[in-house]
T-cell receptor
Framework: NAGVTQTPKFQVLKTGQSMTLQCAQDMNHNSMYWYRQDPGMGLRLIYYSASEGTTDKGEVPNGYNVSRLNKREFSLRLESAAPSQTSVYFC?????????????FGDGTRLSIL | EDQVTQSPEALRLQEGESSSLNCSYTVSGLRGLFWYRQDPGKGPEFLFTLYSAGEEKEKERLKATLTKKESFLHITAPKPEDSATYLCAVNTGFQKLVFGTGTRLLVSP
């Protein structure tokens, strides 16, 4: 019962490098999300995909791009990493577009940018 | 602006000592309130969805309640394994969740 799987679990980058964070879910969920979690800030939505083929900006999209590769996979790309993007990144998925569907989270990617 | 505030930031309890965590919110339109548990190094784990004021949900030693302005997570006779950070989130529409910063709970044996 994998649920939401994120890779890699840890990564260290230098300023200006690019990287793609991968996320896959095996629950046949339509909607997927990317969040970042910073101390004292709470989880903040970066991008989300309500269904395959669609993506929309969340609260903090600057510096990121996303791709909904298929129903299972949703990737987050940092084109030119900056120290301000040091954070823990979480991917989540939910089963429908209804307001009361809970989101289910992966265990995160811990990203440090030097 | 939609906002979620959790209190206290941290709470230390003795095993068996019941208490409550608070989540207050100001949103333009509440479309569900969610409670999550987060262990160190892990992602948030879903606990409850509350739909409307007056609703209550229970799971083992946890009970969540909802009013028009706040939600409470009551912990009855906690055990050390209940130690975690508890997160509250509100759905402001189109499945966009606004999270609070959480309450770190430590239960000592």
């Amino acid at each position: 019962n994998a649920g939401v799987t994120q890779t890699p679990k840890f990564q260290v980058l230098k300023t200006g490098q690019s990287m793609t964070l991968q996320c896959a879910q095996d629950m046949n969920h339509n909607s997927m999300y990317w969040y970042r979690q910073d101390p004292g800030m709470g989880l903040r939505l970066i991008y989300y995909s309500a269904s395959e083929g669609t993506t929309d900006k969340g609260e903090v999209p600057n510096g990121y791009n996303v791709s909904r590769l298929n129903k299972r996979e949703f990737s987050l790309r940092l084109e030119s990493a900056a120290p301000s993007q040091t954070s823990v990144y979480f991917c989540a998925s939910s089963g429908g577009t209804g307001n009361f569907q809970p989101q289910h989270f992966g265990d995160g990617t811990r990203l440090s940018i030097l | 602006e939609d906002q979620v505030t959790q209190s206290p930031e941290a709470l230390r309890l003795q095993e068996g000592e019941s208490s409550s965590l608070n989540c207050s919110y100001t949103v333009s339109g509440l479309r569900g309130l969610f409670w999550y548990r987060q262990d160190p190094g892990k992602g948030p784990e879903f606990l409850f969805t509350l739909y409307s004021a007056g609703e209550e949900k229970e799971k083992e030693r946890l009970k969540a309640t909802l009013t028009k302005k706040e939600s409470f997570l009551h912990i009855t006779a906690p055990k050390p394994e209940d130690s975690a950070t508890y997160l509250c989130a509100v759905n402001t529409g189109f499945q966009k969740l606004v999270f609070g910063t959480g309450t770190r709970l430590l239960v000592s044996p």
